[in-house]
């Protein structure tokens, strides 16, 4: 692999999105806060691999930012999606694919008694405190100071465009930190719909933090004590650590919770699951998309699930991400490097220690993605089931030469 | 035809959804309160042909509730999205087709000079109330009594799960009465970021109201005076009555519009187009998704758009919707009955005069669906360019069959 990759389309491509699109990208997928490696716009993938406009190929270490859970371009997943797609997809109803994938969920996910779709992560983080709202009668969410829910203005993470209106029914706690959710709580009083939470902490850019499993009972206890609806976000996490939902290894269970990303390998679905109790408020609320019943999405979300179970894909990501925290580990140790390696190995976040500014975790990924390596300085890897041996072998090449790089840079 | 239809799969569908779905199915497809007659489960498409799970064929005139406007299954979209597929959807980053998007829609759209993408109707709604935020540093939107902007909390038409902040930046007038919009613009004084307003009055089960264009050219004029947007609420028309917006025809541009249901055909896609004054302020706010940024819908859009103008669709809509509604007011003339057939002939609606509880319509919608046509008593219908004379043919004969039911219901 070369270090000086071709970026001539990409170029080309981002000064024509300049005039086109505010910023030149917007959201999650914009490269503009990434190193200037980075290309910005992508053209396919198989498997772990993905390659960008301009043919460059990378072993893939973002799945898409989550979604991509079996690997691009799955056999499985696509042949579901296809044959469905030649039926129909958006029609006056939904498909019967629908009762079949909310069947699988409520089969698959310990806690739910029931499913609703809709398309984005926000989309079910939100319908989750309508529900709750709904079902209780109550105004106050409390959420976790730094997490992030989803970009409506009651959670999107930059202020513009906000109202205070927006957030003042939003009461905030500390993960992990049981008595700062009881306070919280207390200041709510008779007024708490939920409390939201993620099944670990993984905010942007700073250490993963698993969850404390006696702070995940004590919120449930608190949810049990005051009527409130306990929300489980997982969004991001959702199939990637179980299938019985994120926190069914630690045994506690939520009332509602939000998913989207990986739960069709791709394809755009999200849902909302939900306990007996919730499901007289969950069919009060109105709630809809003009996209929210098509069947190709559903289609492939119950090939998807049907493959994580039968092709072992949670033990997968497992062993892959062992595998590739393990190389990562021993390799910054050989390079007489500190770092932090945090979270679930299939969904790792590398930081050096006293990096504040990002200087060396940045230097890091642009000489990773340049000798074919893609991660991210600022958010979460994520680890597919589609990783082989020598996918995680050319992951850990390319980070050996960015440790490399990482510490000439340091002297 | 048959008006005993088999309905076997549709009935073992819903007693499996009951038990899985909150109140068996949501939203706005759901059959809940449709007569008993119509299907709840849909299982294909072709052209203006629709049929149910259980085989029954019809006339489509919702066409999915506005999304299929080129018909089911056009070649050339599906022939796009089959080819993007086979390289990529969902990836790291945008994949050209994004940019290509973008350059079509501002091409276009008179109004636009800039382009985002989302998923839902109500994101790009709901983005373009941010935007205006943002943009001018005030927080009033005005919004018309009785209009739909999408099912978030702060538009939604069902109160459940909503509380007051949601809504207390809300200010209302009433559609096709400047005074009321000038009064609203008073009361809101400074604080004014935005109006929005429908191409259109088509709110749900009463009459439809076409713009008076010196409204439309007053709104302009308040926005101009007061620095507030004119947003365009072109969700549910765009590309149904014209292809530059739907206010190009009477001449007057929004600074943002929202849009989505038609511009890919059916793939999911929405979109908010705005003007140079309003670029800084889109670029200003954090909006995201996980599946914004994937490839499949926006080459299926490139290909709506270029089928539309090449193949004349506005046009075709427009004759096959002019053919229905002169058919339909001559057989209800010659049944004696009055009715209200109102909108643009691509997007129509029938009340019978003084049908306040929607029995007549109800009865008309059922027996019509029994003969064949899939149209609907308490939402606009949706005429697709695929709308042959032969389904046309179809259509009217199903509906003379309705209009000999209600004559025989009122005696």
Redesign the interface.
Known sequence: MTDARNRT?DGE?RR??A?????G?????S?NPLPAQY???????KGAR?W??DGNSYV?L?C?????VLG??HPRV?EA?RAQ?A??????????A??EL??L??ATVRHA????FA?????AT?MC??????ATGR?RILVAHGAYHG???WC???P????E??R??LGHYTFNDLASARAAVEEAGSDLAAIVVSPFKHDAGIDQELVDPAFARGLRELCDATGAALILDD?RCGFRMALGSSWEPIGVDPDLSAW??AIAN???LAAVL?SEAF????????????????AV?MAAGIATINALREEGGIEAMERAGTALRDGIVAQAASWGLEINYTGPVQMPYLTFAGDEDYTLGRLFAARALERGA?LHPRHNWFVSAAMTDDDVAAALAAADEAFAAVRKHLG
Chains 1, 2 share one sequence.
């Open positions: 389309a491509l024509r999105a005039a086109v699109i505010p910023g990208m917007y959201g999650h997928q490269a290309p910005q716009f992508m053209a396919g993938g993905v960008d406009a893939d973002m898409s930012y989550g979604p991509v691009h371009q696509e999606a797609a039926l129909a997809d958006c029609q006056n109803g939904p498909a019967p629908m009762v909310a069947e969920f409520v008694d029931w499913a609703m398309k984005n992560g926000t989309d939100t405190c309508t529900i709750a709202r709904a105004n970009a409506l203005p999107t993470p930059r513009a465009g906000v109202t209106a927006d003042v029914n969004v989207s990303k791709g394809y755009p939900g499901r007289a408020g969950a069919s009060e609320i109105y709630v809809t998309g003009s996209f929210w019943f098509a999405p893609y």
